[in-house]
């Protein structure tokens, strides 16, 4: 019982971080260019194909494809950000939510219909030589890919906190955020502010659906869920928080996995919006948030 | 150096300049002095590039500045300290003043930028590290102004520089103002505050209403009902 208890808590923490991954790409979007990108799933989704058809095609390990499919989601970022987002720039910020809400919308149909017609609807993972193999640890299962996926999302959560904090381009990335039109005087070119924060949340949902790719399993209706679940960890994890957001995403999966193990896995997903609706009640700047003002 | 000619500027359907012409010749400090409201930070803004003249063309140094994307202004050689010193108060003063430098120009002699900036403002050296959001007002406004000489500019353009500040510290401020003067630095002083505008500056022009409707020394705009009230008190 105490063993299948750890065991969950160990899945949820493990489904967790790729939560985490995902989320910060989609916050640090939201942070800076006020872009709510509800495309964001579809972009996931997008990047676990990519290291999918490599592996299938081509035998790319997914380990090492993961480069190639942050690299189709950087490409992918760069056209959407031109192409759409871009446009809503110089609105005021609520007409700026709600139009990238829009265009986010369209993003996702369009993708998630792309992805079925090309790849159709089922269900896809990849299984390598090393998919079943496992550490374990007083009776407690660690899949070495779960874990492997773990760390690499840690690392790359730990490296934009510092690129944003020590990098000169991360300050001004800083600066932008608390005012556009002073980084403007000093001679930062906002546009291109922007465009790198979105192109690094693409870049972050696409390492993330390819981890999701190799240790669970990707579909192309998949990207409405990990939106809400971004969402949720954004809520959680509080803005302007990188590593909070992280830290709100390993939250979300042991809240899960808890849920799994208590009520059945039918209401895995209702805690998420109950933990979304009582973070919003309780503090609404997030659990490690820093409130405005 | 600076040759503002004509323009008309407004937000959206309102317009808030009128035929504005004026203009600042090197090593001169010259101060654009009006009250509230009367267009002095959209003049700012217009040569900054934040907000595009209806008509009318804005030159630096011979160069069309009305052509240039806003945040080329700086590469330029012009820098502006923003009204209320507005700093980035998120930010630590020492990376406030690094981001100074954002232009290419200027990077390459941040170091050396940087300990001119500390001989002028030790307060700031003493400060490095604390987030620009728990100085003073004061030594914000000194902030402001050091992160804006970090660009190495050859134009400064100072929005009201003694806004919220107690006398004492006025004083301070615009002694500084007149030393960066005198170490050749070509200033255009934006300010409400007349009396010590008008002390400091070579030459003056007055805002009202959008319209520029006097230039001269201190004594020469003693004419102005304006002028002559902020000086009587
Ligand atoms: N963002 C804005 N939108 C609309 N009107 C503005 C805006 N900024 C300033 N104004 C108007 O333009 C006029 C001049 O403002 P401003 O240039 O800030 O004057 P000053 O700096 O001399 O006090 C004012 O009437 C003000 O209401
Ligand atoms: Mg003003």
Known sequence: MVETLVQNIVFGLLLGALYGLAAVGLSLVFGVTKFLNVAHGELLMLGGYVSFWLFNLYHVDPFVSLPLAALALVVVGIVLYSLLFSRTVKMDEEQKVQTTMLIGFGVSLILQNLAQRLWTADDRSITTAYSRMSWTLFDIRFPIVRVVSMVVALLLVIALQQFLQRSYFGKAIRATVEDWEEATIIGIDTHRVYLVAFVIGAAFAGVAGALVSVGYSIVPSMGLEWTLVCLVVMTLGGLGSIIGTFVGGLILGVAQALTAFAVGGAYRQVVGLLLFLVVLAVRPQGLFGVKEG | ?233
């Open chain 2, 1 to 233: 150096m600076l040759n503002v000619e004509h323009i008309n500027v407004g937000y959206k359907d309102l317009q808030v300049l009128w035929d504005v012409s004026f203009q600042v010749n090197q090593g001169e400090l010259v101060a654009l002095i009006g009250p509230n409201g009367a267009g002095k930070t959209t003049t700012l803004k217009a040569i900054m590039g934040l907000r595009r003249p209806w008509s009318g063309t804005i030159y630096f140094e011979g160069q069309n500045l009305c052509k240039v994307p806003a945040h080329k202004t700086a590469e330029l050689g012009i820098a502006m300290v923003p009204e209320g010193g507005r700093v980035f108060t998120g930010l630590t003063v020492l990376e406030n003043l690094e981001l100074g430098a954002f232009a290419p120009h200027a990077r390459k002699h941040m170091a050396q930028t940087l300990e001119e900036m500390y001989q002028l403002f030790p307060r700031l050296e003493e400060r490095k590290f604390q987030r620009a959001g728990t100085l003073s007002g004061g030594e914000r406004q000194m902030l402001a102004i050091a992160r804006a000489l970090m660009s190495r500019p050859k134009l400064l353009m100072l929005d009201e520089p003694s806004f919220g500040l107690a006398p004492l510290l006025v004083d301070r401020i615009f002694a500084k103002i007149k030393e960066i003067n005198q170490a050749g630095m070509t200033i255009l002083l934006v300010e409400q505050n007349v009396r010590a505008a008008l002390e400091l500056a070579h030459r003056s022009y007055v805002i009202q209403n959008g319209r520029i409707v006097g230039m001269g020394t201190s004594e020469e705009l003693l004419s102005f009902e304006f002028v002559r009230s902020a000086y009587l008190g």
